[in-house]
Protein backbone atom coordinates (compact mmCIF):
# COMPACT_ATOMS: atom_id res chain seq x y z
CA UNK A 1 0.00 0.00 0.00
CA UNK A 2 1.01 3.13 -0.71
CA UNK A 3 1.85 6.44 1.80
CA UNK A 4 0.42 9.53 1.35
CA UNK A 5 4.45 10.93 1.16
CA UNK A 6 4.70 8.21 -1.47
CA UNK A 7 1.67 9.15 -3.65
CA UNK A 8 2.23 13.31 -3.09
CA UNK A 9 5.96 12.76 -4.68
CA UNK A 10 5.00 10.65 -7.95
CA UNK A 11 2.28 13.72 -8.13
CA UNK A 12 4.77 16.20 -8.22
CA UNK A 13 7.37 14.05 -10.36
CA UNK A 14 4.23 13.60 -12.97
CA UNK A 15 3.47 17.11 -12.93
CA UNK A 16 6.96 18.38 -13.41
CA UNK A 17 7.25 16.12 -16.21
CA UNK A 18 3.92 17.18 -17.78
CA UNK A 19 5.65 21.09 -17.56
CA UNK A 20 8.38 19.69 -19.71
CA UNK A 21 6.81 18.43 -21.92
CA UNK A 22 4.10 21.32 -22.19
CA UNK A 23 7.33 23.37 -23.02
CA UNK A 24 6.81 25.79 -19.81
CA UNK A 25 9.35 26.63 -17.40
CA UNK A 26 12.15 27.13 -20.47
CA UNK A 27 11.38 24.58 -23.05
CA UNK A 28 8.94 24.61 -26.03
CA UNK A 29 9.53 24.04 -29.45
CA UNK A 30 12.47 25.91 -30.07
CA UNK A 31 15.13 23.41 -28.12
CA UNK A 32 14.83 24.87 -24.52
CA UNK A 33 14.64 28.51 -25.31
CA UNK A 34 11.70 31.34 -25.18
CA UNK A 35 10.91 33.43 -28.13
CA UNK A 36 11.16 36.55 -25.66
CA UNK A 37 15.01 35.91 -25.97
CA UNK A 38 14.83 36.52 -29.86
CA UNK A 39 14.15 40.46 -29.44
CA UNK A 40 17.28 41.43 -27.74
CA UNK A 41 18.89 40.61 -30.87
CA UNK A 42 17.47 42.82 -34.70
CA UNK A 43 18.20 39.97 -36.42
CA UNK A 44 16.11 37.67 -33.96
CA UNK A 45 19.22 35.78 -33.39
CA UNK A 46 19.81 33.76 -35.79
CA UNK A 47 22.04 33.98 -39.24
CA UNK A 48 19.18 33.21 -41.75
CA UNK A 49 17.75 30.61 -43.76
CA UNK A 50 19.76 27.90 -45.29
CA UNK A 51 18.83 24.75 -46.97
CA UNK A 52 21.27 21.75 -46.32
CA UNK A 53 20.78 19.96 -49.09
CA UNK A 54 21.63 15.89 -48.62
CA UNK A 55 22.49 12.72 -51.07
CA UNK A 56 19.69 11.43 -53.40
CA UNK A 57 16.72 9.83 -51.30
CA UNK A 58 17.31 11.78 -48.06
CA UNK A 59 15.00 14.30 -46.80
CA UNK A 60 15.42 18.08 -47.32
CA UNK A 61 16.74 20.23 -44.43
CA UNK A 62 16.40 23.51 -43.55
CA UNK A 63 16.79 25.84 -40.83
CA UNK A 64 13.98 27.55 -38.96
CA UNK A 65 14.89 31.23 -39.21
CA UNK A 66 12.99 32.38 -36.36
CA UNK A 67 14.55 29.84 -33.24
CA UNK A 68 17.34 28.10 -35.51
CA UNK A 69 16.58 25.09 -35.50
CA UNK A 70 16.58 22.08 -37.84
CA UNK A 71 13.69 20.94 -39.58
CA UNK A 72 13.44 18.20 -42.01
CA UNK A 73 10.94 19.49 -44.87
CA UNK A 74 8.21 17.20 -45.58
CA UNK A 75 4.14 17.78 -46.65
CA UNK A 76 3.25 19.21 -42.91
CA UNK A 77 6.21 21.37 -42.35
CA UNK A 78 4.88 24.95 -41.64
CA UNK A 79 5.99 27.01 -44.76
CA UNK A 80 6.29 30.99 -45.32
CA UNK A 81 7.02 32.36 -48.97
CA UNK A 82 8.81 35.67 -48.84
CA UNK A 83 10.36 37.52 -51.72
CA UNK A 84 9.85 34.40 -53.41
CA UNK A 85 11.69 32.49 -51.14
CA UNK A 86 10.04 29.66 -49.50
CA UNK A 87 10.99 29.51 -45.27
CA UNK A 88 10.37 26.34 -43.39
CA UNK A 89 9.96 26.60 -39.41
CA UNK A 90 9.34 23.94 -36.53
CA UNK A 91 5.92 24.49 -35.23
CA UNK A 92 3.22 27.22 -36.73
CA UNK A 93 4.59 29.70 -33.45
CA UNK A 94 7.40 29.94 -35.09
CA UNK A 95 5.94 30.40 -38.75
CA UNK A 96 3.33 33.22 -37.63
CA UNK A 97 6.04 35.11 -35.66
CA UNK A 98 8.12 35.20 -38.72
CA UNK A 99 4.66 36.58 -40.77
CA UNK A 100 4.68 39.53 -38.36
CA UNK A 101 7.99 40.89 -39.52
CA UNK A 102 9.55 38.81 -41.97
CA UNK A 103 12.87 41.39 -42.41
CA UNK A 104 13.75 41.04 -38.69
CA UNK A 105 14.59 37.15 -38.87
CA UNK A 106 16.45 37.29 -42.62
CA UNK A 107 19.96 37.48 -42.63
CA UNK A 108 22.40 40.80 -42.53
CA UNK A 109 23.87 41.52 -45.61
Known amino acids: MMTVGTLLIILVIGGFFFLMMRGIGGGGCCGGHNHGSHKSNPSGGHQGHH ?14 PVCGMAVTVGDNTPESRYRGQAFYFCSEHCKETFEGDPERFLPSN
Open 51 to 64: HEEEDAGHAAKAKD
